[in-house]
């Protein structure tokens, strides 16, 4: 017969019976270090092509040679890099069959976006409109580089507002990819 607690709800045995005593920091220091690396890349700082040395790597944040592989294994299934046997990891080049998935990937997204910004906050509204202001401002001063970095924000956060946090971090991943083929057309 199962234990139960005196309000009769079911004991829960060994180390599960504390919840607080289990708390974990939910991202490991691979999954921090991809991020990082993500965010090099949504910027147009690491552009396609780019070599990512893992001796300069490792020293420059601080981890292991194991920890930095693991960072580059996600960004590998996320499709931001790729491994070449005895050269290493470059940040991802993408072709025009990427680009063509990756905006059949993003438009039925961004137009159920469309629709949930009838019930979306003047805050959000205002934020996507500041977006676009700076983005004309560095088209004006022909900064490529940061229209296209405001293009990928403008459009995550439009994507922000269907309030799905699963959505919102799968469409992080496919803006990442989509900056790699922006910085494939950038002007030098």
């Known amino acids: 017969m199962a ?34 690396l ?26 292991s040679r194991n920890t930095l592989r693991e960072a580059f294994r996600l960004l590998g299934r996320e499709r931001l890099v790729s491994y070449h046997l005895h050269r290493g990891v470059t940040v991802r080049e993408v072709d025009e069959h990427d680009v063509e998935d990756l905006y059949r990937t993003r438009a039925p997204l961004e137009l159920t976006a469309v629709e949930y910004s009838a019930t979306a906050s003047r805050a959000q509204l205002e934020e996507l409109l500041g977006l676009v202001e700076q983005a004309e401002r560095a088209a004006a001063e022909k900064d490529w580089k940061q229209v ?15 309030g799905s946090e ?23």
């Open 38 to 63: 993500r965010e090099l890349i949504v910027r147009g700082d690491l552009p396609a092509g780019t070599a990512l040395r893992e001796q300069q790597l490792v020293g420059s944040l601080d981890v």
């Open 148 to 162: 296209a970095t405001l293009n990928v924000e403008f459009h995550e956060r439009l994507v922000d507002l269907i």
């Open 166 to 188: 699963r959505i919102s971090a799968f469409f992080h991943v496919v803006s990442a990819e989509l900056r790699l083929a922006f910085a494939a057309v950038e002007p030098a």
């Open 3 to 36: 234990r139960t607690t005196s309000d009769g709800t079911p004991a829960v045995p060994g180390p599960l019976a504390d919840p607080a005593a289990l708390r974990i920091d939910r991202s490991s220091t691979a999954e921090r270090v991809a991020d990082v």
